[in-house]
């Protein structure tokens, strides 16, 4: 892509006392290009995002957004992008139609177009018979929605998203999903923070993750996909008890063999077809059921392990008792 | 990627021109008000409550406590109003951590608008939310026998006073507000603050019958210069005791002077305290 970047982060650092949030971070969105931010809660995407779109000054370095440097031109850098904030930062006590008359005469944008903006943003967002409720009164996915029509009222090329589905159901991700990629359709450039690998997976043409302050890998998903490496064999057995000795059996003609309880399910590294064929003949004279077995290639989720020691999303480490099996 | 259905056109963008600070902090102070509107209960505070006040003073009270050459009623009012000013600093400070906490400030600060709107917006709208409570102490103190005795010239200006005294004093709201992380902590501190400023002070009993370490206090207090003001100004007491401190002999230009200074020592407190919030 030729064209000017949309937004580029140079060399960001921010540091809150002793802490350092963001240590060195620097990247280029092309535009009409999804970025995420991918990493774990307290990896500094936040912080990020909050000095890109002048909220917060950074300690040292700096980053242009549609063209205009964020320290030396804020006010051109507001007037190009939206922000849709971690909390869905609409006013509760205002209704849904007021929220967008509110934002639309602090952009100093003429009434009428205000009015019928907020009238095709409403529909487009399935808001319509909420548009005179208050917005307290609206559901987690609703506020998204609302916050998310506030930002593009004034129709940026450049969306800030941060962690846009936290909390939400899966219906209303997907929803949201939908809407976003819209969006991208029709020329918006996004950057958007997120801990789901799956979101990142889904919509980012470029992945930057981040993890204590910086960046530790960047490329599209594929790339990062690639980078991690082995595919491996997946063992899923039917019977819980029968884990101890499945180990066993893995471990005796595999390498890096991982057990997961709660699913019941066991991982090693694999070559290639060879390795699992191999681990299938091992299991056929043992005799232990099994639900399933195959090969399977990473997702981000193993890229994130495998880059950083730790898991993603936290959720993932409270259901399933991970037990690394050494030889 | 393909499209999903119907490719929209990009919306063309429409024209944005940054409103002036004055425009953007008046729509500010209309959506402040409109949260009074929804929320009526939001000015218990400087109406029931201070209603409470008055009626618990003059018929609970007022007859225990006397007031040389002064009926208690009369001498009791232009206190209460006193009171009811110096909490807009609550209120200023409650709403600007509110603001805060939950983000509303940061999606100010991402428009194109002077930031300091959203201060000013904050304190015109306390100063209204204050001014109704006074209107209300002005009508509960004309049923039960307040009146406005030295004409309308000093009426207005004892008014006046009071609402450059609520001004000197947003900026200590502003500043407390811009501190502090959660609203009740802001509602504790205030209110720990606002008691003894108010109850100190000649605002409902005369400080002549307190001790005199306490009754240099409270002659001192600026509530103090305000209330003996605006009890001359309306007619409502006799002059300062001869022998109490200087700022109740001259207690107008005292109190103009106190909301200079007041405001000459929170303003720039506040101003770099909510910079500093406003950085990170």
Redesign the interface.
Known sequence: MSAAPAVEAIDLVKH?GETQAVDGVSFVVPEASVLGLLGPNGAGKTTLV?ML?????PTSGTGRVAGFDILRQP?EV??S???T???A?V????TGR?NLT??G??????RK?VRE?TERLFDRFDLVDAADR?AKTYSGGMRRRLDLA?SLL??P?ILFLDEPTTGLDPQSRSGLW?VL??L?????TLVLTTQYLEEADHLADEIVVVDKGRVIAAGTPTQLKDQAGRASVVVTLTHAADLDRAAELMTSCCQEVHVERGSRRLTAQAGGLGDMTRVAAVFESSGIELDDLGLARPSLDDVFLHLTGHRAEADDASDLTDQGVTP | MTAVQTTRAPAARPPISPPSLLRASSTIVWRNLLHIRRMPEMLLDVTVQSVMFVLLFAYVFGGAIAVRGADYKEFLLPGIMVQTMVFSSAIVAMGLTSDLQKGIVDRFKSLPIARSAVLVGRSISSLIHSSIGVAVMALTGLLIGWRIRNGLVDGVLAFLLLLLFGFALIWLGIWVGSMMRTVEAVQGFMFTVMFPLTFVANTFAPPESMPAWLRAIAEWNPVSAVTQACRELWGNGPPAAPDAAWPLQNPVAVSIGWSIVLTAIFAPLAVSAFRRRSRD
């Not at chain 1, 779109?53 to 000054?57: A, D, I, K, N």
């Not at chain 1, 006013?91 to 205002?94: N, Q, R, T, Y």
């Open positions: 809150f909050r779109t002048t909220l917060s000054v006010t507001r007037r992008m939206g922000l904030g971690q909390a930062t006013d509760e006590i205002l007021e509110l934002i005469s602090l952009y100093g944008l003429p177009y903006a208050m506030v004034a129709a090329p939908a990629r819209e991208v359709s029709e020329g918006t």
